[in-house]
């Protein structure tokens, strides 16, 4: 299922949410660019900057090769790099569908927290079930679940227009937002199971699906603890 957008008012412009699609997108064109010059470059870029859960574990056990701050760094580097053109058009889409909301509620600053924590939380749920793996992980996709998550607790019945596949048919329904979003975790919950089962490295190389649910959950935590904003409906805007 495909959201195309939600019925939820805002009332203010979400500069937070703007600001980390142009810098994902910025970070993207620099990547193309690399990659035109020397796909090896490239790799060489997505290996250094994304999440590589070895790279932690040699970290902790004070390697000489790699530090721990240096570690830490790339989970926040790792969440403005993405693997290819679907990759980045699909977090930046959920991310204006669902991450301007979630900006209205917390206002600026504090969503910039939440985003940038959820993230975190996602990168180390995928670190801990994916100890020992060399492949690196890239792209916004837990921080973003992080904002999804708490759409799911604060819009529960809020409408979400979505493209529903219909064997080799499409159609549009509008969807409550609990239904459209609890069944996105459900999945990314059970491909994570069967992932973990299967113990492969073709699994491990795929989606990073564990740091979609610690990411989630963490969004689900997280804005239960944090506050609105004051003043939120003072001015109206769509």
């Not at 250094?48 to 760094?73: D, I, K, M, T, W």
């Amino acid at each position: 299922m495909i959201p195309i957008r939600d019925d939820t008012p805002r009332f203010s412009t979400p500069y937070v949410t703007y600001f980390i699609i142009a810098l994902n997108v910025a970070v993207f064109l620099m990547e193309l660019s690399v990659g035109a010059q020397s796909h090896r470059a490239l790799n060489g870029l997505i290996y250094q900057f994304g999440v590589v859960p070895r790279h932690f574990e040699l970290a902790l056990s004070a390697s000489a090769r790699y530090s721990l701050p240096a570690s830490v760094l790339t989970i926040f580097t790792s969440m403005f790099l993405h693997g290819g053109w679907l990759h980045i058009i699909g977090n930046m889409w959920f991310l204006w569908i669902f991450g301007d909301n979630i900006e209205d509620y917390l206002g600026h600053g504090a969503y910039l927290v939440f985003y940038l924590f959820s993230g975190f939380a996602a990168a180390v749920t995928h670190i801990v079930l994916n100890a020992g793996s060399n492949l690196p992980t890239v792209g916004a996709s837990g921080a973003i679940a992080g904002v999804m998550g708490a759409y799911f607790v604060l819009y529960p019945k809020a409408r979400v227009l979505t493209l529903v596949p219909l064997i080799i048919f499409f159609t549009f329904w509008w969807l409550p937002a609990w239904l459209m979003l609890g069944y996105w975790f459900v999945i990314q919950f059970l491909m994570g199971a069967a992932t973990s089962i299967a113990e492969t490295s073709q699994n491990q190389g795929g989606v990073a699906v564990w740091a979609h649910v610690g990411g989630f959950i963490t969004g689900i935590v997280l804005i239960k603890l944090m506050p609105e904003r004051r003043g939120r409906y003072r001015y109206a805007s769509w």
